[in-house]
């Protein structure tokens, strides 16, 4: 089992920039493809990014490419999003994902979120 804690949200003013952690707990959690997806309010949970087990491969949302980064750190169990530029529809709560079937369309674990609002 995995257990994932995100960190670092807040409130921001547009064109600004955050950086959010999400931490796992677990000796497999290196053996998982991690996304961050986000829900903001009334509406569906999104994809955001992905990063596969190696952090080889990186994939991203139209909506934040060229704006944001996923990368991780298997030594410290931690994955990333570098978000820049950011914009009041980026306003979110933001969770990160354990990758269940190479696409980020399953997931099997979910970390309890953390909460970005940026402002206009």
């Known amino acids: 089992q995995v257990q994932l804690v995100e960190s670092g949200g807040g409130l921001v003013q547009t064109g600004g920039s955050l950086r959010l952690s999400c931490a796992g707990s677990?000796?497999?959690?290196?053996?998982?493809?991690i996304g961050w997806f986000r829900q903001a309010p009334g509406k569906e949970r999104e994809f955001v990014a992905g990063?596969?087990?190696?952090?080889?491969?990186?994939y991203y949302a139209d909506s934040v490419r060229g704006r944001f980064t996923i990368s991780r750190d298997n030594a410290k169990n931690t994955v990333y999003l570098q978000m820049n530029s950011l914009k009041p529809e980026d306003t979110a709560v933001y969770y990160c994902?354990?990758?269940?079937?190479?696409?980020?369309?399953?997931?099997?674990?979910w970390g309890q979120g953390t909460k970005v609002t940026v402002s206009s």
């Open positions: 994902a354990t990758d269940a079937g190479g696409n980020f369309r399953t997931v099997d674990y």
């Open positions: 677990g000796r497999t959690f290196s053996n998982y493809g």
């Open positions: 990063i596969s087990w190696s952090g080889s491969k990186t």
